[in-house]
């Protein structure tokens, strides 16, 4: 008897286990198909009736290359303004931010001699860098693969070109850490070799393709006094792979080039602003942003035209859907993460002198290739919830969540209860365009880029729905 009524109760304990049970995944069922049929509505709006696509075309089209301080740069803050304007979101401004203006000048030349046979290399000015002379710079080379060993020098870099030429590691599946891996030599290659008296430096482009299209990018003298400043350039990749063959076979052989870039006064420029206003929580802000200002030997379509289009779609297809935010959502268009991030460090500043409670940000800047996923950047309390949500997004083909960076324009905000987010679309062909020449229109594919806007309404309608802060107590 006594194993009788010990029976009934485990099974009436069962029973009552297995309501409580089936009540949860009733109630986290009713949850997921509400926000699945949300986001299957934004991916279907987006890709049947998208608009990205074509405020790029206009954006890349008829603006260009937009390098902070330019005339481009002021046009596409205009562009901007009245695109969202026309949208019709709650509220449009411009937030004044002076920006560095650094110029090219004339195109590149750079060439040397092998027995008596001209060679031409393709090349570029790195963004920051001083000229060359007027009759340019020629002198012996020495290769390196890191600034680490340009340094170990000491002197024998005196009167000599120094020549960085780390590739990208082949075997790193994203390209984004070989770009990390190697980039330092590019950003501060010039600094130790103008102390030792070298005259200029050169160094392969970050790309992993093998191509004859050279790539520019930011470069920083740090805190070494103007007189020890040397002219740095970028050479392509298969003329880097040239240059080392050459110099194995002539070790003495002299290396030419001439720049005219110059750094101007700082330019008057802007971030551009449109939100949505909250429902619930008007005071409260998410933002989703990419950078206006691009580099300017091409369009800037993925550096970072797809970024803008993307952040712009994202309220807009909000507002086409009819979801209504709790939270207001800003779009932010910032200007000059190029070379500076002025843009994202006055945004943050002006949140913060206004004490403004920002619960999330969400970034794209690399590219609008095929979506793969979202990084986090935020405190422990809300990563588990935030990777909840991949399994709503994978049937999408976003199955790469993972923790890290979010993007250099929204890292300024981050503090303790703000959460961060990187958009993460596929990474093997970005490298490719990545600050060059043919950084176009026509390299971003239509489909790719709604998948991408399609992506981001959605996880910024879950940061919305499912993520909230406490202001912070003073």
């Known amino acids: ?50 608009a990205a696509y074509e405020w790029l075309r206009d954006l890349t089209q008829n603006i260009g290359g937009r390098l902070s301080g330019s005339p481009e740069a002021q046009m596409a803050v205009e562009w901007g303004e009245k695109l969202m304007k026309d949208e019709g979101f709650d509220k449009v401004w411009l937030q004044p931010v002076m920006v560095p203006h650094w110029v090219r000048g004339e195109k590149e030349v750079a060439n040397y001699s092998v027995n008596g046979a001209k060679v031409n290399v393709p090349v570029c000015a790195l963004g920051g860098s001083i000229a060359t002379p007027n009759n340019g710079v020629t002198a012996e080379v020495i290769e390196v693969q890191s600034v680490e060993e340009a340094e170990a020098l000491g002197e024998k870099m005196r009167g000599k070109i120094i020549f960085y030429n780390r590739p990208f590691d082949a075997t790193l599946i994203n390209t984004g850490e070989a770009y990390g891996g190697c980039v330092g030599q590019r950003y501060s290659g010039a600094k130790i070799p103008g102390k030792f008296g070298a005259l200029g430096t050169i160094v392969r482009s970050m790309s992993s393709r093998q191509d004859d299209y050279p790539h520019t990018g930011v470069m920083s003298y740090g805190d070494i006094p103007s007189e020890e400043y040397i002219p740095t350039a970028a050479i392509s990749t298969n003329a880097a792979v040239l240059l080392s063959k050459h110099l194995k076979e002539n070790p003495n052989l ?84 190029e070379n500076g991030t002025r843009g994202a460090k006055k945004y943050a500043a002006e949140a913060k002198l ?18 793969r996923g979202f990084s986090y950047d935020g405190n422990d309390q809300n990563e588990e919830l935030f990777m909840s949500w991949k399994a709503l997004l994978e049937p999408y083909g976003l199955t790469d969540w993972s923790k890290g960076g979010a993007g250099a324009d929204i890292t300024p905000l981050k503090n303790e209860t703000i959460t961060l987010s990187g958009y993460r679309p596929d990474s093997q062909r970005y490298f490719d365009y990545h600050h060059t020449e043919i950084d176009t229109f026509d390299k971003v594919n239509l489909r790719e880029l709604e998948l991408g806007s399609a992506a981001m309404t959605s996880l910024i309608y879950l940061m919305d729905k499912y993520l909230d802060v406490e202001p912070v107590k003073k």
Request: proline share 3%.
């Open 354 to 371: 206004k004490n403004e409670i920002h619960v999330a940000a969400l970034e794209s800047d690399f590219g609008g290739h095929t979506p």
């Open 254 to 337: 002299k290396f030419y080039f001439k720049q005219s870039c110059e750094t101007l006064p700082d330019a008057p420029s802007f971030n551009v602003i449109g939100e949505i206003t909250g429902s619930e929580f008007p005071n409260k802000y998410i933002t989703v942003g990419g950078h206006l200002d691009s580099w300017d030997l091409g369009e800037g379509a993925h550096d970072d035209g797809t970024g803008i289009v993307h952040s712009i779609e994202v309220l807009s297809l909000l507002k086409r859907t009819g979801i209504k935010p709790k939270h207001t959502i800003r779009a932010v268009l910032f200007m000059n993460e």
């Open 1 to 50: 008897m006594k194993h009788y009524f010990l029976a009934v109760f485990a099974a009436l304990l069962l029973i009552s286990c297995n309501e409580k049970a089936t009540t949860s995944i009733v109630k986290n069922e009713t949850v997921n198909k509400t926000d699945s049929i949300a986001i299957k509505q934004f991916f279907n709006t987006a890709l049947s009736d998208g």
